[in-house]
């Protein structure tokens, strides 16, 4: 009894791993385009229209799937506040990880004063060949054992080459340690958005979602 | 030294000479931050007989070791400055929310001071520790959403602005400042601004604020979001039944107004669903505040795009909408705001309006007119008085009698009288332009009323709502909470702008639990039962008091009033009580000193003298008064004739009664230790809160009570 | 030096063309070109099918250390998480819904009353059906006005809460109240219902008030009188600023 639950178990992980494994061919991509099931929409907290019109987002993350609603994000840069408070021990925005403050104003032609609301919080995509990774002189850019980029405090000289590199200019140099830190996916942001902007749907609701759809 | 909270800088900033220099904020730490900061740097540095747009008069900006630190709805900012407008011209405070206070704050700033005036139009630009004075010409004479957005564009990305619309640059004293979508601080600062050439000011900071205990401030602000904070204005039942939820406010005086079925149809990819917002789910406490709904009920929806707010606040109380029906007239269909323009633009058309498209929408139409005219222009309505003044003057037939002939005629009254809302435009556009005798109602109801000759009689009148013979209206005073509302109503100098009982009286809470939390901690028969008071006592006075010192402690801090105090929960484990010991814990989690309530209250104290004793002078010099109960204190005459089928004191009325009033002022000067015959602070008082250089003023003056 | 030179933000892709390896770029770029072309989207699932795996040296599954045992669960607990998930979404389970499932119902619901992990849930009568709730996720005062909608007399569901409303607060409730949440009555129905509780003896303390906005209230005079009902109404609708 007790080992076939462990096998059970088992099989659960191995298949959430496979799901995993597959939305990582498109963490940090729009979903526009493509159709989404009923219930992973519920999950996701979105409508189709929203999928649609390019509003959602999915990150792949070690426990679940990340999904950015830019529809719901109000800019009340939360995120960053708790992602400062845990990761850096003050509150502040440019050091942020996830980042918000710089689509706020104006980005890109939108923005609060650009007359639109469009905004929406930006992170690390934790690519599979890191832009950042490959760019550092010193290899202070590592990978943990779930794929999560990391810079060595004590390796890194602050010489902003990771920043440059990263297409999306996420890692960030602290103007005051003089040390560049990114994200490391410790989900205080998710736990800060007040409207389910940010929101994590763990793993193995996905794969029951896939299940699902499958069977329909 | 490393500040926790306080950046520890303060920027000052000379416009005449260009001088750039910064001074150590911790010499003013008695005062905390904001309005603290704000009233000790005018009092030493502007002689209170000087004109509000003298080259002498200085804005002090200032923000407070709580701001940007993190701790929930910490976005404001406080500008202080002597008033352009008001009976005694004295000490007033303009507060402004959005996103810049942080960017100040992690540029590395508690306060900037603006002072001299600049020869050509400037603005100040803010990049961390480069600070510049910059060229203003290519935006002044543009209104403030333009302004902004050339100053954002023009500085880089991360940059944040405020600015002053044509209003302050035309010295008219209804003026404001505006920063990102219609956040405004008012009180005439805009035409400070305007007098010194200061078209506004640009930030950027890539700092921080300086914690001393993360952990602990994080578990705060997790306990207040889990289980003290409500919907707008920390409202704490939702305002349509939820499962979750014992209570609801059946009727609309209640400002959670998400719930299911409403929510936001221009949202990118369609409908939003505000749902169902329990206690303690975090990721839903931005649905809480539907401020569309509440003030315009279900047509809102319609227009709805998003919500928004201040930087750090999970109560997202600015609707944004994109009114489309105004593209048809021309006007730009993107507004957002949260308070008056959004509110009570109806009030410019004497002979009402009409729908537009839809059955109801005629308010929310004019309004979204309205609402961008006044912030694009920088114009202030001082609470509604400027809209009341207009809409008064025209049916009473004194604006024809005001006005040439001439003038009167070149005013396009068919606009008004169809209810186009190209209506609400122009005559914001006059004022705020200063054109023509018809912009004498920029000056504000007291210069108004001296300039046209209106006499006192004009300010007894019930609709125009002032609540002194000063000039500005009631904020949330007696119809809220009768003696209690009018004693804090009459302090300032300005709308009073306390909102701690209008959150609990219109919280849609049972009373008997209210009226318990509020008897526990100021005594019984501190809190009447809706629309039925009673003659004053003692708990009244206290919780007067508390109110009044508690919203400089927010001024000062710097914490939002229309969220705090927590007073109450929305949790039933609670017994739907909040935790008045919050501000203090955040003061120790972020300065890692140790603050306990009576901390707080002691500084909010020294602060509130500060206001009574720059009053009191202020009256001496520009009035010649040495008694500020009879003087500045004086309440109208329609406060106590109002409701003529009611007495006072009969169960369904706000009218009230003369000598209750009087007895009320003696016991909320006792309370405040202020002697009761001039309500002027005694020596003993400023001598306990440290204030006894102000003691020795008055003496001078020969206003110390003996 | 850092700021200004972002570049777009996840929603919108570079190009990329240094990085051989990255290949999910271009695949995804073909496979909207291909969808353009086609003019129909593909299920989310579908479409991760059709792409590449990619390498993902991370997570050497066979060394995660798998948790043991979940508890068993008894019947009576299964059935109170099925309520349990019922009344968070704000719904009430039927006793009829229940039976529907053929079990031994009764044995079933005493079990659950024996189950100190089970508490949570109570039972509530309604004119012809009984119902079940968590007392956790849902509120007994809600759960009140649940089964009021349920019994669909919408006659006494109005009286009922006019007069629980001037007891409990107290307030005069506005006719539009009940087209809120939960109720969504249409005014058709309201006014039916109306019609109804006057010609009713046992509603005959329900009064109507119009306020000067042309706002109808209800009030029990019970708990108050028309007056002080017309003061509270007055104070809602007249509100700070006049009426809204």
Known sequence: MCENKSQNKLDQMLSQEMTRRKFMKISGKSLAGLTVSASLLSLMGCTQEQVDSDAITVWTMPTGLLVVNQAKCTGCQRCEINCTLVNDGEASSHISRVKVTRNLMDNDGHGTYQDDWVYFPDTCRQCDQPWCGEACPVEAIYADENGVKHIDQEKCVGCGACVGACPWHMPTLNPETKKSSKCILCGSCIEGCVTGALAMVPWDAVTAAEQKTRKQ | ?706 | MLFGRRKKGFTKIEEVTEFSQEVNEDQLRAAEEDLKERKEKPDLFDYLDTLDDIEDQYIPLEEAEVEEIEVEMTEAQLLANFIRVRSQGATLTSQSLLEKDGQDLKELLNSLKDDKSCQDIVLIKGAKEVYYYSNEFMSDNYAKIAVLVEDKDIPKTIVEMVRWNGKTYPCATPLYYFSNSPYFYTKAQIQRALERIRQNEEYSDIGELTTGNDVRYLYSTIHMSEKYARALAEGVEYGEYGYR
């Open chain 2, 1 to 706: 030294m490393t500040t926790y909270g306080w950046s520890g800088k303060i920027l000052r900033v000379n416009f005449a000479n260009n001088a750039i220099t910064t001074e150590d904020t911790m010499k003013y730490k008695d005062y905390i931050g904001g309005m603290g900061i704000g009233y000790k740097i005018i009092y030493d540095e502007v002689p209170l007989d000087t004109h509000a747009y003298d080259e002498a008069s200085k804005v002090v900006l200032a923000m407070g070791p709580l701001t940007g630190s993190g701790v929930p709805c910490s976005g404001r900012i406080n500008m202080s400055f002597l008033s352009s407008w008001t009976k005694g011209y004295s000490i007033v405070d303009a507060h402004m929310g959005g996103h810049i206070a942080h960017a100040i704050k992690y540029a590395g700033y508690d306060a900037i001071i603006f002072e001299g005036k600049s020869s050509k139009p400037v603005y100040l630009k803010i990049d961390d520790d480069k600070v510049s004075i910059e060229d203003a010409s290519h935006i002044w004479g543009k209104g403030t959403f333009e302004a902004n957005r050339i100053l954002v564009e023009e500085n880089g990305e991360s940059f944040d602005a405020a600015t002053i619309g044509q209003a302050g640059e035309n010295l008219v004293n209804m003026s404001c400042m505006i920063t990102s979508v219609g956040n405004s601080g008012g009180a005439g600062v805009g035409a400070i601004f305007g007098s010194k050439n200061v078209k506004g000011f640009v930030a950027r900071g890539t700092g921080s604020v300086k914690i001393a205990d993360p952990k602990a401030l994080k578990e705060a602000s997790d306990y207040m979001l889990r289980e003290l904070v409500g919907g707008n204005n920390n409202h704490n039942v939702p305002a349509v039944p939820q499962s979750w939820a014992e209570y609801s406010a059946p009727s609309g005086s209640n400002r959670w107004s998400g719930a299911p079925g409403r929510g936001w149809q221009k949202a990118e990819g369609g409908f939003v669903d505000m749902g169902e917002q329990p206690v303690g789910d975090i990721d839903k406490i931005g649905y809480r505040a539907h401020k569309g709904y509440f003030d315009h009920g279900e047509i809102a929806d319609k227009y709805m795009v998003k919500v928004g707010g201040c930087s750090s606040c999970p109560i997202r109380c600015y609707a944004q909408y994109d009114i489309d029906p105004l593209a048809d007239y021309d006007l730009p269909t993107k507004v957002s705001n949260t308070c008056m323009p959004i509110i009570y633009q109806a009030a410019w058309y004497p002979e009402g309006i009409k729908d537009f498209v839809d059955e109801g929408d005629a308010n929310i139409v004019i309004c979204g007119a309205g609402a961008r005219a006044v912030d694009d222009y920088g114009l202030w309505d001082n609470y509604g008085n400027i809209q009341r003044d207009f809409n008064y003057c025209y049916k009473s037939g004194i604006l024809k009698e005001k006005l040439s002939t001439e003038e009167y005629n070149s005013i396009p009254w068919d606009l008004m009288i169809e209810g186009d809302p190209r209506w609400v435009v122009e005559i914001v556009r006059r004022i705020s332009m200063n054109e023509g005798e018809i912009a004498k109602i920029g000056l504000g109801t007291y210069l108004l009323v001296k300039e046209w000759d209106l006499g006192q009689e004009y300010l007894d009148v019930e609709y125009l709502q002032n609540v002194t013979y000063n000039g500005y209206p009631k904020h949330h005073s007696a119809e809220d909470v009768w003696q209690t509302g009018l004693l804090y109503n009459i302090m300032y100098n300005r709308d009073c702008m306390i909102h701690h009982m209008t959150n609990v009286i219109q919280s849609g809470s049972p009373y008997e639990i209210y009226r318990k939390i509020l008897e526990d901690e100021f005594g019984e028969g501190a809190v009447d039962k809706p629309k039925h008071y009673t003659p004053m006592n003692r708990s009244k006075a206290k919780l007067a008091k508390w109110a009044f010192l508690g919203k400089q402690w927010h001024d000062m801090a710097t914490l939002c009033n229309w969220m705090y105090p927590m007073t109450l929960s929305p949790s039933k484990e609670r017994g739907y009580k909040g935790d008045h010991n919050l501000d203090a814990m955040y003061m120790a989690a972020v300065t890692g000193e140790n603050w306990s309530r009576e901390d707080v209250d002691l500084a909010s104290e020294r602060v509130s003298n500060m206001l009574r004793v720059m009053t009191a002078i202020s009256f001496d010099i520009h009035e010649g008064s040495k008694n500020l109960r009879k003087d500045h204190d004086a309440i109208p005459a329609w406060v106590f004739d109002k409701e003529p089928d009611f007495k006072a004191f009969e169960a369904g009325t706000v009218k009230m009664d003369r000598d209750d009033m009087e007895i009320a002022k003696t016991m909320f000067y006792e309370e405040m230790g202020w002697d009761t015959e001039t309500g002027i602070p005694t020596r003993e008082t400023l001598e306990r809160l440290g204030l006894g250089y102000m003691a020795d003023d008055l003496e001078k003056r020969g206003l110390l009570p003996a």
